[in-house]
């Protein structure tokens, strides 16, 4: 069906710089928060006794970095044939000065807020592999001219076993001038090893106190480290995100915007990454705890998109670092978010912490195999030590990695068991209010049609494009390959959902998706019967309707007639 490969699905959520910039629109606040963002910033925080010396966001002459003596007239070609290898702009990246100027475009309520001065060193990690100086440099001295210099202790610069020449000799020759101004770390790993064994081999060589990595083409924005470290500073239990911004592959543009922060991070139950807003419950917690400057303090997130945190290096090891039996990268970020909820620590995102990433045109290097195959290791790897037994509920939806050699989780399930980590299911009630566990549902799989044979209730690829879109039906996938677009639940609640949104019925008689919580309840309750096979909205009463057609752009609810195309069967069925 639409937006999706019907044989194994897109397991992965790639932002796009549409994506990015919803998240810094007021679209998540009520008319009311959002007079309360506008409002006089108050300059005082909560603080506790004693409490140290306070300084200000600390504002540096930039130092100024020369560039390449790229003047030669602009080639096209050029620039096409750079972009196929690189999968961004690298043309355009070569000819712009490595220490640009970029607008500060933190919340103005962020520009009042005060530090203490000493909170600890930080050693910056970055990791590449067949990298564009350009970018790994422009990041670094946007940090050095962006960072006060008694918290930027050193880099640590790791190359994961690149094969281009200008990733290895070139970035050498730049980091030791580099190192003139602030020490860098520099380190090359001979053969490949992913993200995660790379993140963890460069931890051993870090320094600092706190260490904030980043991934190897991004910009900091005025004002990002302090706010950062601070939660780590108090509570070293704490791991921290920026607010992501999104620089545009083709042209370089830095996108960004001053409203607070609207959504969070989280994973469904294919474990994919995505956002999602904030819950209501955690916005009731911040204005409780942080009053007038609710909007700028930081936020609970389930889980980090994964490129770009902050966390206390000695904790980083006692929470067991990475899982090294992954492959390239994927499902690292779940796997961590999970541990640090569980095992004891907090994830949150900071909104005066500001970070520019560029967004590729699709990837640049091979992950060592089939990209889905690679990422469905890594995944069932988290499933079998992390989701109790909603492991079995995953083999459901990705019923080919039931039977996949993931090799041994021994050692990551003493790790569990060592950190006394909570259950899976206190995650979903406690912090991840998106998810919902198999225990939870009574009917849920494929959705068949009673009126058209071999046809299935579908979301078409809306799922992802916002609140307010419709479902529809479609020709029934192979049960055994990916059934992301047609796997629909009915939970013990009564709330009829996909795997990302949940069902209402609008003012037109259309089934249309939203938010899976923070709802009006009584817009989400359905009633079906097996007996007879009808799903009826139980605000209107009505029953939920195929159409005349077979493959149907919209589900309707209308007036329940005993037809056929009210009738519907499901793959998986509680007995109640």
């Given at each position: 069906?639409?937006?999706?490969?019907?044989?194994?699905?897109?397991i992965e959520i790639v932002g796009s710089s549409e994506q990015h910039k919803q998240l810094h629109q007021n679209s998540g606040?009520?008319?009311?928060?959002?007079?309360?963002?506008?409002?006089?910033?108050?300059?005082?925080?909560?603080?506790?006794?004693?409490?140290?010396?306070?300084?200000?966001?600390?504002?540096?002459?930039?130092?100024?970095?020369?560039?390449?003596?790229?003047?030669?007239?602009?080639?096209?070609?050029?620039?096409?044939?750079?972009?196929?290898?690189?999968?961004?702009?690298?043309?355009?990246?070569?000819?712009?000065?490595?220490?640009?100027?970029?607008?500060?475009?933190?919340?103005?309520?962020?520009?009042?807020?005060?530090?203490?001065?000493?909170?600890?060193?930080?050693?910056?990690?970055?990791?590449?592999?067949?990298?564009?100086?350009?970018?790994?440099?422009?990041?670094?001295?946007?940090?050095?001219?962006?960072?006060?210099?008694?918290?930027?202790?050193?880099?640590?610069?790791?190359?994961?076993?690149?094969?281009?020449?200008?990733?290895?000799?070139?970035?050498?020759?730049?980091?030791?001038?580099?190192?003139?101004?602030?020490?860098?770390?520099?380190?090359?790993?001979?053969?490949?090893?992913?993200?995660?064994?790379?993140?963890?081999?460069?931890?051993?060589?870090?320094?600092?106190?706190?260490?904030?990595?980043?991934?190897?083409?991004?910009?900091?924005?005025?004002?990002?480290?302090?706010?950062?470290?601070?939660?780590?500073?108090r509570d070293r239990t704490a791991v921290t995100c920026p607010i992501i911004d999104t620089i545009e592959w083709d042209t370089?543009?830095?996108?960004?915007?001053?409203?607070?922060?609207?959504?969070?991070?989280?994973?469904?139950?294919?474990?994919?990454?995505?956002?999602?807003?904030?819950?209501?419950?955690?916005?009731?917690?911040?204005?409780?705890?942080?009053?007038?400057?609710?909007?700028?303090?930081?936020?609970?997130?389930?889980?980090?998109?994964?490129?770009?945190?902050?966390?206390?290096?000695?904790?980083?090891?006692?929470?067991?670092?990475?899982?090294?039996?992954?492959?390239?990268?994927?499902?690292?970020?779940?796997?961590?978010?999970?541990?640090?909820?569980?095992?004891?620590?907090?994830?949150?995102?900071?909104?005066?912490?500001?970070?520019?990433?560029?967004?590729?045109?699709?990837?640049?290097?091979?992950?060592?195999?089939?990209?889905?195959?690679?990422?469905?290791?890594?995944?069932?790897?988290?499933?079998?030590?992390?989701?109790?037994?909603?492991?079995?509920?995953?083999?459901?939806?990705?019923?080919?990695?039931?039977?996949?050699?993931?090799?041994?989780?021994?050692?990551?399930?003493?790790?569990?068991?060592?950190?006394?980590?909570?259950?899976?299911?206190?995650?979903?009630?406690?912090?991840?209010?998106?998810?919902?566990?198999?225990?939870?549902?009574?009917?849920?799989?494929?959705?068949?049609?009673?009126?058209?044979?071999?046809?299935?209730?579908?979301?078409?690829?809306?799922?992802?494009?916002?609140?307010?879109?419709?479902?529809?039906?479609?020709?029934?996938?192979?049960?055994?390959?990916?059934?992301?677009?047609?796997?629909?639940?009915?939970?013990?609640?009564?709330?009829?959902?996909?795997i990302d949104r949940c069902l209402s019925v609008n003012r037109d008689d259309t089934l249309v998706l939203g938010h899976c919580?923070?709802?009006?309840?009584?817009?989400?309750?359905?009633?079906?019967?097996?007996?007879?096979?009808?799903?009826?909205?139980?605000?209107?009463?009505?029953?939920?309707?195929?159409?005349?057609?077979?493959?149907?752009?919209?589900?309707?609810?209308?007036?329940?007639?005993?037809?056929?195309?009210?009738?519907?069967?499901?793959?998986?069925?509680?007995?109640?």
């Amino acid at each position: 069906s639409s937006g999706i490969n019907a044989e194994y699905g897109d397991i992965e959520i790639v932002g796009s710089s549409e994506q990015h910039k919803q998240l810094h629109q007021n679209s998540g606040l009520s008319p009311h928060e959002r007079e309360e963002v506008r409002a006089p910033p108050r300059v005082e925080r909560r603080v506790e006794q004693p409490a140290p010396a306070y300084i200000g966001p600390t504002n540096l002459k930039p130092i100024y970095v020369p560039w390449s003596d790229n003047r030669e007239p602009y080639d096209k070609k050029k620039e096409d044939d750079l972009h196929e290898v690189y999968r961004f702009n690298k043309y355009l990246s070569d000819r712009l000065p490595l220490n640009r100027d970029v607008a500060d475009e933190r919340p103005p309520q962020c520009h009042h807020e005060l530090y203490p001065p000493n909170m600890g060193k930080v050693s910056v990690v970055l990791i590449y592999y067949n990298e564009a100086v350009s970018v790994v440099f422009r990041t670094i001295w946007s940090v050095i001219n962006r960072s006060p210099r008694n918290l930027l202790h050193e880099f640590v610069l790791y190359d994961d076993g690149s094969v281009w020449e200008e990733s290895i000799g070139e970035m050498k020759g730049m980091a030791d001038e580099v190192s003139k101004v602030v020490p860098i770390r520099y380190y090359r790993n001979t053969t490949r090893g992913g993200l995660m064994r790379a993140r963890t081999s460069a931890a051993v060589f870090a320094t600092g106190d706190i260490m904030v990595y980043l991934d190897s083409h991004c910009e900091v924005l005025p004002g990002w480290l302090e706010p950062l470290i601070e939660p780590i500073y108090r509570d070293r239990t704490a791991v921290t995100c920026p607010i992501i911004d999104t620089i545009e592959w083709d042209t370089m543009n830095l996108l960004s915007g001053k409203a607070p922060m609207s959504a969070i991070g989280s994973f469904n139950v294919l474990l994919n990454y995505n956002w999602y807003p904030i819950p209501r419950r955690e916005q009731d917690r911040r204005k409780r705890e942080h009053g007038r400057n609710w909007a700028i303090s930081p936020i609970r997130s389930p889980a980090m998109a994964g490129g770009l945190f902050a966390i206390n290096r000695a904790y980083f090891h006692e929470l067991g670092e990475y899982d090294t039996q992954m492959n390239v990268w994927g499902g690292e970020n779940t796997e961590i978010s999970l541990r640090i909820w569980t095992c004891g620590g907090s994830l949150l995102f900071t909104p005066c912490s500001k970070v520019g990433h560029i967004f590729r045109h699709g990837y640049p290097y091979d992950f060592q195999g089939d990209h889905f195959e690679t990422v469905l290791f890594n995944y069932k790897r988290v499933a079998k030590v992390w989701m109790d037994d909603d492991e079995e509920f995953y083999y459901k939806l990705r019923p080919m990695a039931r039977e996949k050699d993931v090799g041994s989780t021994a050692a990551r399930s003493t790790l569990r068991r060592n950190l006394q980590c909570k259950p899976y299911e206190w995650f979903v009630d406690h912090i991840a209010p998106n998810l919902v566990m198999e225990k939870d549902l009574v009917h849920y799989g494929q959705m068949f049609s009673g009126a058209h044979d071999k046809f299935c209730v579908d979301h078409l690829g809306n799922e992802g494009k916002g609140s307010g879109m419709s479902i529809g039906t479609y020709p029934c996938h192979n049960p055994n390959s990916a059934i992301d677009n047609q796997f629909m639940m009915i939970t013990n609640d009564g709330i009829f959902r996909t795997i990302d949104r949940c069902l209402s019925v609008n003012r037109d008689d259309t089934l249309v998706l939203g938010h899976c919580y923070d709802y009006n309840e009584a817009d989400y309750q359905f009633k079906y019967t097996p007996g007879d096979g009808t799903l009826v909205h139980v605000k209107t009463g009505k029953c939920v309707d195929a159409g005349a057609h077979t493959m149907a752009t919209k589900l309707t609810a209308v007036t329940c007639n005993g037809d056929d195309r009210q009738k519907w069967t499901f793959t998986h069925n509680k007995l109640v």
